[in-house]
């Protein structure tokens, strides 16, 4: 953020140095209330209402760290977390490397690169109820599109992918990484078109192939793209809601019931809104804590 | 690009560069790969009854029709969730780009008490997963009698940092000279961003535009909890709730109204591409 200095300059009397702080916040006074009301407020009462028990009418009443205990004690809630957790593995680490891939790929000087960049990028506009409903078609185990083709490659008998438990996460993040992979590849890309040409004549100077050159200058210099790809893409994988809840509703036998989808149901199918902040709050420690270790990690705080 | 289309894949002496014969194999791979299903979305979506499960499958029915289109209007309320998603999404864009524009300036231009506090608590919020907000958002809205109100559905999402990020950012590359010029013919700060900075940010706001746009359109978890009326249920949530739920009705239908909900989208896209890829490479956040 070092760019995000100020380039205009300091007031001289103490008068004028009010005024230009009143002026500049009442620039920002309409987002900030937006900001405050829509955001920051409710990030608050939220961790609030997580040590309350609170219905849809009523006053909260103070539970202390009983939502938290209840919660923890909760084979559902454990389950959910132990699903997402397998959401995680299956849908993060391809996205991130297959993201990168793609950008390789597409980097080259083929012909067609555009259209293919078009192509790839177009479930990007498409919202999750549409990818949901037609992936669960190509799904479908009798007539769907992916169990045809893979009978062709021998696959036999065919899966049923949405319906047995030891599948349905596995499509739900094939779903997953189909519609959303497009976003790291763009970042990707942009990483790799930042690259000066220079390192590159220089890796070949020294005798560098392609592997090497990839090895040696791309992947070291994609390490800032990294830093935020990969835990932006860990985050938005733990909050996964949309597919399951339009292909699985969480099932067959709870196969695929996310935290996400435990804050749902409880909140807003049981309205018990005390335990389910109590779940929004684990889940943003998880993801603040995964991003933490994850920068450590790379060195980048 | 200097590639002659003849010899890309072959070498001058006429062998074969297999290598580039097999990028191009893989690229051709990829694109099948993300094109088919909305290929197959739209066939199945023409295919009569009886052509709809038939083995092997096939990729351009006998009888192609499109009945299912026009029974499409008559089983859901779609013009309805159309008519929602477009007024929810247009409130949330105008009022994002208004609220955003007016923030970045001081935060690009402009040194004043807390500006480093207010950057980083807003930029904070980026690694904030949204699941947290919802039960608050939810009980405020059902206090003030908000609940299945377009207000409801469309004035948090313009909370979001990203347009404010991305601005400022953008702010911070137009030259302090213009600036300086303009001031000394005693032009106003309003007027200095009215004459000045959205005549240079005309790419940027555009991005903002779109990607706001497209994010809310295609917004699922708080309008779902948020809306549960026709009169206010956006396509997304109507899709998820009606038309989808385990594929038990006709498949015709189900596909021609994902078909319905996605080919404006795919318009959109293909018109305006170059903003998306813009603004997601500056920022990573994609909506």
Redesign the interface.
């Known amino acids: 953020m070092s760019n995000l200095a100020p380039k205009g300059k300091r007031a001289a009397s103490s008068w004028n140095s009010i005024k230009n702080d009143l002026i500049a916040y009442a620039f920002m006074a309409p987002y900030l209330v937006l900001f405050i009301v829509f955001l920051l407020l409710p990030a608050f009462v939220g961790v609030y209402a997580s040590f309350t028990k609170w219905g849809i009418i009523g006053e909260p009443k103070w539970r202390g760290l009983k939502n938290y205990t209840k919660l923890l004690n909760s084979e559902l809630f454990i389950e959910s977390l132990q699903n997402t957790l397998y959401f995680v593995v299956l849908a993060a680490i391809p996205l991130i490397v297959l993201g990168f891939l793609l950008a390789l790929l597409v980097n080259q000087k083929l012909r067609g690169r555009n259209i293919a960049r078009a192509i790839v990028f177009l479930p990007h506009v498409v919202s999750v109820a549409a990818v949901g409903i037609i992936f669960q078609w190509i799904l479908e185990r009798s007539s769907g599109l992916l169990n045809y083709y893979l009978g062709l490659l021998g696959v036999n008998p065919p899966i049923n992918w949405l319906g047995d438990p030891d599948s349905a996460m596995p499509a739900i993040a094939i779903t997953t990484i189909w519609w959303t992979v497009n976003g790291n590849m763009i970042i990707y890309l942009a990483g790799l078109q930042d690259i000066p040409e220079d390192l590159y004549e220089a890796a070949r100077i020294d005798g560098a192939g392609r592997w090497q050159e990839v090895r040696y200058v791309t992947i070291p210099m994609l390490m800032p793209v990294n830093a935020f790809v990969i835990p932006l893409t860990v985050i938005a994988c733990w909050r996964v809601f949309g597919q399951v809840f339009v292909m699985t509703r969480g099932g067959p036998q709870g196969s695929t019931f996310t935290i996400a989808q435990y804050i749902y149901e409880t909140a807003f199918v049981k309205f018990d809104m005390g335990v389910a902040s109590a779940a929004g709050v684990i889940l943003m420690l998880i993801t603040l804590s995964f991003t933490i270790i994850q920068l450590r990690a790379m060195k980048v705080i | 690009?200097?590639?002659s289309?003849r010899k890309?894949g072959v070498y001058r002496d006429g062998s074969l560069n297999y290598?580039?014969l097999a990028?191009?194999a893989?690229?051709i791979f990829?694109?099948i790969?993300?094109?088919?299903?909305?290929i197959?979305?739209f066939v199945?979506s023409i295919k009569p009854d009886n052509e709809?499960?038939s083995?092997?499958?096939t990729w351009w029915p006998d009888e192609p029709t499109l009945e299912f289109y026009t029974r499409l209007f008559d089983s859901f309320p779609m013009l309805q969730w159309f008519r929602n998603s477009l007024i929810v999404a247009t409130i949330t864009t105008v009022?994002t780009l208004?609220?955003?524009i007016?923030?970045a300036?001081?935060?690009?231009?402009?040194?004043?008490?807390?500006?480093r506090i207010?950057?980083l608590?807003?930029?904070s919020?980026?690694?904030?997963?949204?699941?947290?907000?919802?039960?608050?958002?939810?009980?405020?809205m059902?206090k003030f009698k908000l609940a299945n109100t377009y207000f409801s559905i469309a004035?948090?999402a313009?909370?979001?940092?990203f347009g404010?990020f991305l601005m400022?950012?953008f702010f911070?590359s137009i030259p302090?000279e213009l600036e300086e010029a303009a001031r000394l013919d005693g032009c106003s700060?309003l007027g200095l961003l009215w004459r000045i900075f959205i005549p240079l940010s005309k790419p940027v706001i555009a991005t903002v535009a779109i990607f706001t746009f497209?994010r809310s359109?295609?917004d699922?978890?708080w309008p779902?909890?948020i809306s549960n009326t026709d009169a206010t249920r956006t396509?997304?949530?109507g899709?998820?709730v009606f038309?989808?739920r385990?594929?038990s009705m006709r498949?015709g239908v189900?596909?021609a109204?994902?078909a319905a909900?996605?080919i404006p989208?795919?318009i959109?896209?293909?018109l305006l591409?170059r903003y998306?890829?813009r603004g997601?490479?500056?920022t990573?956040?994609?909506g």
């Open positions: 690009m200097a590639v289309w890309d290598g580039r990028l191009y893989i690229m990829v694109a790969i993300w094109g088919a299903p909305f197959w979305m199945t709809v499960f083995y092997p499958p009022l208004a609220t955003n007016l923030a300036y001081p935060l690009a231009r402009m040194r004043f008490r807390g500006r207010v950057l608590i807003i930029l919020t980026f690694l904030l997963p949204g699941e947290i907000l919802l039960v608050p958002l939810f009980l405020g059902i004035v948090p313009a909370a979001n940092a404010v400022t950012q911070l302090v700060r497209v359109w295609n699922f978890f779902l909890i396509v997304p949530v899709l998820a038309v989808g385990g594929l498949f189900i596909m109204s994902a909900a996605t989208a795919v959109f896209f293909l591409q998306f890829v997601i490479s500056t990573g956040l994609q």
